[in-house]
């Protein structure tokens, strides 16, 4: 995979590798878990930071994390997303910087302009006392030169939700109440301080003892893995790595679509706006940070994966499912309480290659075919997907859909500020499509190439897909069995 933090990527990978590794092995002693440190990390010269020790006291980190763990063996958060605390380390503190460019003018415009006694003259150029300095911008703007610099660091700038701030020291800290686990800081990192914390051991050995693990593809897995691996590729794969079966969540798209339909109609009727279920973060954002909005705007159905799982329970309720996908969000949702009946646990593409490469086995085209999804709940990976298939479900009950404004917003900004505008009722659109990710799922954080790679490989594969209306397919599924709501409870039709 081509990324911008590539080596960080490659690390993160074989050290997850090892431990998967000594996973199927029953190895996964504290002893073992040290030489994958020594190995990364063997001295005496460091590889890639300032001394062996802190470079070890990462992997460690990493380590813990690839267990499921919080990276600070002194510090255990609830949150999916955490800091390796020894890699956060060398970003400045200060936001704001003098740079060379000063000319130590008479004027000192920048000094004049500091309500916080945060400047003054330096031997050769202003300088800026960081404890002081209260990151207001006024010198910048005032300096005449443009000398004084912003340097917000990659991942508070990549943050949606505002979730990141720093201690006494300048490390960084995730506000648990605010962070929305969208992941965007993950890769921001030049430093791979933050990561998430990954549930693959734990899907090992619930594979190990015998238990029923069924994997759940999300709708983007689509081509990930190159033009010629579909869905069916990925199943043969899975089922060799010991899962007893794969089923599309683009199959959830479907269920969701038809509920979220009934939703719409419903609120269409009372005048009421209404925004999507399926992007956990999407949703986090609501709930932590327009509450007022949570009970009045937001879709009462579960996301495809939820739904998914639901089915897969109401056939063995002794099954254990797992979600792979580009998102680090759906790592908080099998975690969120407000949330019944939920998943077991979620994984990145990045994280189940790792497992796959831990047993020497290859994701390549097969023969056969799969598809359980219609071609919209395929299509639900990227933006606007789900607003098209809720529409089509309307469409196939009968509804004039013609009238209608929807609005998808893809990133982080284009939510907030559709969630802005709906909390200031000036928002002309009846119904919202909110993905945390740019282009939707398929840019996701966790992605397993470049978006471009991705839809280019997509175009072929969906093409292939059979024209099966969204309705007639939830046919052949047993949807009395299992709740298709939140809170879990069943439709009083059902």
């Known amino acids: 995979m081509v990324t911008n933090d590539k080596s960080i990527v490659e690390l993160k990978h074989a050290i997850l590798r090892d431990v998967c590794s000594l996973a199927w092995d029953d190895a996964l002693t504290e002893d073992n878990k040290e030489k994958i440190v020594i190995r990364v990390s063997p001295g005496p010269k460091p590889s ?13 980190g990493r380590i813990r994390l690839a267990c499921g763990l919080a990276p600070d063996v002194n510090k255990d958060t609830k949150n999916v997303v955490a800091v390796i605390p020894a890699a956060c380390d060398d970003c400045p503190i200060q936001d704001y910087s003098v740079t060379d460019i000063c000319r130590f003018c008479l004027g000192k415009a920048c000094l004049n302009s500091c309500r916080f006694g945060a400047i003054s003259p330096g031997e050769k150029r202003m300088k800026i006392d960081p404890n002081k300095c209260k990151s207001c911008g006024l010198c910048a703007k005032a300096c005449p030169y443009g000398a004084i610099l912003h340097l917000e660091r990659p991942c508070k700038a990549a943050c949606p939700a505002g979730a990141i701030s720093y201690d006494e020291y300048g490390l960084c800290l995730i506000n648990e109440e605010k962070c929305v686990h969208c992941g965007h800081c993950i890769h921001a990192c030049p430093f791979g301080a933050i990561g998430s ?25 689509e081509g990930q893995f190159g033009k010629d691996v579909g869905m069916a590729s990925v199943r043969a794969a899975l089922k060799k790595l010991g899962f007893a079966d794969m089923v599309e969540v683009g199959l959830g798209g479907d269920m969701t679509a038809a509920y979220e339909a009934k939703e719409w109609i419903e609120a269409r009727k009372e005048g009421r706006k209404m925004t999507t279920s399926c992007c956990p973060a999407f949703i986090s954002m609501i709930r932590h940070h327009f509450p007022t909005l949570y009970d009045t705007i937001k879709s009462d159905t579960v996301s495809p994966m939820v739904a998914v799982s639901r089915y897969l329970k109401a056939l063995d309720p002794d099954c254990v499912t797992v979600f ?30 790792a497992m796959l490469d831990s047993r020497d086995i290859k994701v390549e085209p097969v023969p056969e075919d799969y598809q359980e999804a219609s071609l919209f709940g395929k299509k639900f990976a990227g933006s606007g997907g789900v607003a098209a298939a809720v529409l089509e479900v309307m469409q196939e009950m009968g509804e004039d859909v013609s009238d209608i404004k929807l609005q998808a917003c893809a990133g982080g900004a284009e939510c907030k500020k559709a969630l802005q505008l709906l909390k200031a009722g000036r928002l002309d659109a009846d119904f919202v499509e909110g993905m945390m990710c740019p282009g939707g799922c398929i840019g996701g954080p966790s992605k397993h190439q470049a978006e471009n790679m991705v839809l280019q490989a997509r175009t072929g594969l969906l093409a292939r897909a059979d024209n099966r209306k969204i309705l007639d397919n939830l046919k052949q599924y047993p949807m009395d069995r299992f709740s298709m709501y939140r809170d879990g409870h069943m439709d009083p039709a059902e």
């Open 48 to 60: 890639y930071r300032c001394c062996v020790y802190k470079e070890r006291e990462i992997v460690r």
């Open 197 to 221: 914390k990954i549930y693959a051991v734990d899907v090992i050995r619930a594979i190990k003892a015998g238990k029923r693990v069924i994997a759940m593809c999300a709708p983007a897995t």
């Open 324 to 353: 792979i996908g580009p998102c680090i969000a759906k790592k908080g949702e099998t975690l969120n309480e407000f949330i019944a009946d939920r998943p077991d646990f979620a994984l990145t593409y990045g994280e189940i290659v």
